[in-house]
């Protein structure tokens, strides 16, 4: 934690981060949660770190080796980060360890026997040398350390081995060489299944399947023994631009060190019984600093893999199933579009089904009624039906346009290529406005007859996220919402034009004016002796001038809860007793990603809900969009969203600043978690 300005408490969105990602683990170590999921926990813990350190650490390293005079502080300031980062990343790599064994151990319990090469039996050695002569050979095609400067032609998605061999001279004496080669993990997965025996299940690391077979490997080389070991590295994904400092002097350092920078590795996780003279050369060729991270991990890298770790049927170790519901106005006769303009509608997913939303598109790709359909597109499914949905309704003569984002991150190829598909069907793609990413999610149907309709979300319209993520669809008829959206669309199709928009709050126009205005109307109502709280459900709050409005209006009495999924810049502990100032973190099967807000509004209720979390990349430098919410049934299912969140405690973890974790408290817990809670509230009342 430190006084941001030496104004106010503010925790580092890295470290708040950090402490983040160590909820997704201490889930990983809790008994009562089914052991494949904790598993799955373990993999997910490990694949947001790798990103992390792609992206986050990548910016952190490259400020705080800059030089230069002009940018002094914020480089400084980088290398205190950075440091954090690597005494909190080493302390949590040893939880993490011990948590994997643990799970390893709790899966022999239930004979799922993760075996090495120490163990096979001559049965098993049978079957691994099957194996590999099927699956194995062939794909693995070692280099020799000697024969190469850098390790820059090598992706940091994949698994390494480096691999020590003896050979024997003449003479007699015993030569050591080395080599590294890549692990074929997606031709063959991380995990091989070997033959059941007396009822119990066997699993092999791919790695371990690989050592066994090291000799065929290396066939003909003249190698007598051999030492493998796996790591993996991270390299530098690119620039990102911290909006909450001065962006003039970081763009000069991208400038001045992107080029050189780019790509070059900056963290590596290595197997801790590796032996020095080897580590020397991974460590060398990847041409590590000493800002640089080196991590002694354990035997396996990459435990993102245990997210498809093979179930061997056993059901039983993973989460009930829990089906998504179709809401009975959407199974009765009737089209989707008429029961949107007979009243509003709210699609929470997971728990109600994205086939409603789907079906939305379909609809409207056929309905003659319908002349045409704007939407903004950030993430797509990889056979993406929402694309199948436009191209048919260009096809069908409907006017469509679709807002692609190039520049999300990881996804700029494949969105790529959808925006060409969708410009081949007749579709006209806009690219969006320069220097802002498009991060809003909206629809808007135009009719010829009736009612517009627009859908706002909280999330992308993917097929994936919507069965993983909990995200809220609004659908509506209201022209006060509609004629908005429509005017959303024309100012990121000429940003240069003024477009005042009455209800919508959208970024950066003035939305986090908006919720500064909205805080401070709580604080004034405090005053009053009006009702005065806040209740948000949120993914970040890291913006400095928001996190400095809480705190004045926790200090002025108001009652606020927030529900934070991950990044938290606010220091809860260091406020005093009689600040109402609470925050509460979910980790449970789905990832919650919804953003609601609701306001007393001095007895009068005021509910939004939409995609912006509150960080200076979502408030002034992404184009964004926050809803108001009107109908009173949908008030009170947002409502209760957040209620629910703010209510549970056996999921819910306190976020106060120290990293700790500790579980939630509230006066009036739930029985269950608030997601499985839900889910048998909306069964109820399908």
Same mark, same amino acid.
């Given at each position: ?35 494949? #999921?904790?598993? =799955?926990?373990?993999?997910? +813990? ?28 914020? !480089? ?14 080493? &302390? ?96 063959? $997965? ?25 000799? /065929? ?54 197997? $801790? ?17 000493? *800002?640089? =991270?080196?991590?002694?991990?354990? &035997?396996?890298?990459?435990? /993102? ?66 002349? *045409?359909?704007? @939407?903004?597109? +950030?993430?797509?499914?990889?056979? *993406?039906?929402?694309? &199948? ?27 790529? %290529? ?66 908005? %959206? ?9 940003? +240069? ?25 709580? @604080? ?29 209006? !926790? ?40 953003? @609601? ?13 939409? *995609? ?58 739930? #029985? ?15």
């Amino acid at each position: 934690m430190a006084a941001k300005n030496n104004r106010i408490p503010y925790v580092e969105r890295d470290i708040s981060w950090l402490y983040f990602n160590r909820r997704v683990l201490q889930e990983a170590c809790r008994e009562d949660v089914p052991l494949l #999921e904790r598993l =799955s926990f373990l993999g997910i +813990y490990s694949n947001n770190l790798d990103e992390f350190f792609r992206v986050r650490v990548a910016s952190q390293t490259r400020i705080a080796e800059w030089d230069g005079k002009q940018g002094a502080k914020e !480089a400084a300031h980088a290398k205190s980060v950075v440091r954090q980062i690597s005494r909190l990343n080493s &302390r949590y790599q040893k939880e993490y360890e011990e948590g994997v064994h643990k799970v390893y151990d709790a899966l022999r319990k239930e004979n799922i026997c993760i075996i090495s090469d120490r163990d096979v039996t001559g049965e098993q050695l049978e079957f691994i040398h099957s194996y590999y002569s099927e699956r194995i050979d062939g794909l693995i095609v070692p280099v020799r350390f000697a024969s190469v400067k850098h390790l820059d032609y090598e992706s940091d998605q994949n698994i390494y081995h480096a691999v020590r061999a003896v050979r024997t001279t003449g003479a007699g004496t015993h030569v050591y060489e080395y080599a590294f080669f890549e692990l074929p993990v997606q031709s063959c $997965g991380r995990f091989v299944r070997l033959p059941d025996k007396d009822g119990k299940s066997y699993i092999m690391y791919l790695d371990d399947v690989v050592r066994c077979s090291l000799p /065929k490997i290396f066939a003909g080389s003249g190698y007598s023994s051999f030492e493998s070991y796996a790591f993996k590295f991270t390299r530098d994904a690119e620039m990102e631009i911290d909006d909450d400092r001065r962006s003039g002097i970081l763009q000069k350092i991208s400038k001045g060190l992107k080029s050189r920078k780019k790509g070059e590795a900056l963290r590596v996780v290595y197997d $801790g019984s590796m032996p020095q003279d080897l580590l020397k050369r991974v460590v060398g060729k990847l041409d590590l600093g000493m *800002s640089d =991270s080196i991590v002694q991990g354990g &035997r396996y890298q990459n435990h /993102k893999d245990l997210m498809k770790f093979p179930d061997c049927g056993r059901q039983d170790l993973k989460y009930a199933p829990m089906p998504q519901i179709i809401q009975t106005p959407f199974r009765e006769d009737g089209t989707i579009l008429q029961k949107i303009q007979e009243q509003d509608r709210l699609l929470h997913v997971p728990y109600h089904s994205f086939s409603t939303f789907i079906g939305l598109l379909h609809e409207a790709a056929l309905n003659s009624n319908v002349k *045409s359909i704007k @939407i903004t597109l +950030y993430r797509l499914a990889k056979d *993406s039906k929402v694309i &199948r949905a436009l191209t048919g309704a260009a096809r069908n003569g409907k006017k469509v346009t679709a807002v692609i984002e190039l520049l999300a991150r990881f996804d700029e190829e494949s969105n790529m %290529v959808w925006a060409q598909k969708l410009q081949d069907a007749g579709v006209k793609v806009i690219f969006g406005v320069e220097g802002l990413k498009i991060h809003s999610k909206v629809v808007h149907i135009g009719m010829k007859k009736g009612q517009d309709i627009a859908c706002v979300s909280t999330g992308n319209f993917h097929e994936g996220n919507a069965r993983t993520y909990t995200d809220c669809i609004m659908m509506t008829a209201s022209p006060r919402i509609t004629s908005d %959206v429509d005017r959303l669309f024309s100012f990121i199709e000429k940003p +240069y034009i003024p477009v005042q928009f009455k209800e919508l709050l959208v970024s950066p126009n003035g939305m986090k004016k908006k919720f500064l205005n909205l805080i401070d109307a709580e @604080i004034r109502n405090r005053r009053a002796g009006k009702p005065a709280y806040i209740r948000i459900k949120i993914n970040h709050i890291t913006d400095e001038k928001m996190v400095a409005k809480l705190y004045e209006a !926790a200090n002025a009495g108001v009652d606020i809860a927030l529900s934070v999924r991950g990044n938290c810049s606010l220091a809860t502990k260091s406020l005093p007793e009689n600040c109402s100032l609470r925050v509460n973190a979910i980790i449970d099967r789905y990832l919650e990603h919804s953003r @609601i807000f609701v306001f007393a509004g001095g007895g009068v209720e005021k509910v939004f809900m939409g *995609s912006a979390d509150w960080m200076p990349r979502n408030l002034d430098n992404r184009i964004e969009v926050i809803a108001p919410v009107y109908d009173p049934t949908l008030k009170l299912e947002m409502k209760r969203i957040v209620d629910y969140a703010l209510r549970d405690v056996k999921q819910g973890r306190l976020v106060d600043g120290s990293g700790e974790n500790a579980g939630w408290t509230c006066p009036d817990p739930l #029985e269950k978690g608030s997601q499985e809670t839900l889910y048998e509230y909306y069964k109820e009342n399908q």
